[in-house]
């Protein structure tokens, strides 16, 4: 059984490296504000959560899971509003959202 | 920027958490990490979110600028004031032992008062610093 828990655990926080990993990545790669965003958001929402959850399994049945599990339910909450935020903020602030010119015309 | 629904719901359903979080690690703060600064900072947190939502004009009738000025100065009444209370009872100053018969229930009990002082004091003066900094008059209206 405890085996069992540590296989989940090791491969829910593997999990949440990648998604990290990928999310750092997009946010260096992507070209502008509203890409980017899109990168950090599911960092956190993916990243975070299988990390939680692989801590979860780690932690077994006692307060600290229930604890992890609040924890997790807050960046469900927050991080989307948050992003929505930011990039009301860059809109409203009058970036402009990158295109790519299908037409092949140069501005 | 009429239109910020998910802001102001999102708030809404969140700030009564937070301020149930800072007292939490205010009471917590005995048997774990935590305690009156961290737990004031919170629970001040919760005042500038509200703040940074709702406008400036909303928070001020929430929590007025002298009610939070006046949090900042009654924290440190509470916390000299236990200090003078244990002198008072033939202790020296901020002995906690002195303050019941049994000195390990004095203890908790002269931590606790003085956590709440310090709670009091830093989520006083931290409103009161954001609403003095937020309330500056800048070039845009």
Known sequence: MAIVLDILSWAAIAGGLFFMVVGAIGVLRMPDVYTRLHAAGMTDTMGAGLILIGLTFQAGPTLVAVRLMLVWAFLLFTNPISTHALARAALSGGVEPFRVDMEGDKP | ?141
């Open chain 2, 1 to 141: 920027m009429e239109d910020r629904v998910i802001l102001r719901v999102g708030a809404k359903i969140l700030i009564p958490y937070i301020l149930l979080f800072a007292l939490y690690v205010q009471f917590h703060g005995d048997y774990g990490p935590g305690g009156g600064f961290q737990a004031g900072v919170i629970f001040a947190s919760a005042f500038i979110l509200y703040a940074l939502i709702y406008g400036l004009a909303h928070a001020r009738r929430v929590l007025p600028l002298e009610l939070a000025t006046f949090c900042a100065a009654l924290g440190v009444v509470i916390f000299a004031g236990v200090g003078i209370v244990t002198l008072l009872k033939g202790g020296l100053f901020l002995e906690y032992g002195v303050l019941r018969h049994d000195p390990v229930h004095g203890q908790h009990l002269g931590i606790l008062l003085v956590e709440l002082g310090v709670f009091t004091t830093v989520f006083g003066s931290m409103v009161a610093f954001f609403y003095s900094f937020a309330g500056r008059r800048t070039g845009r209206s």
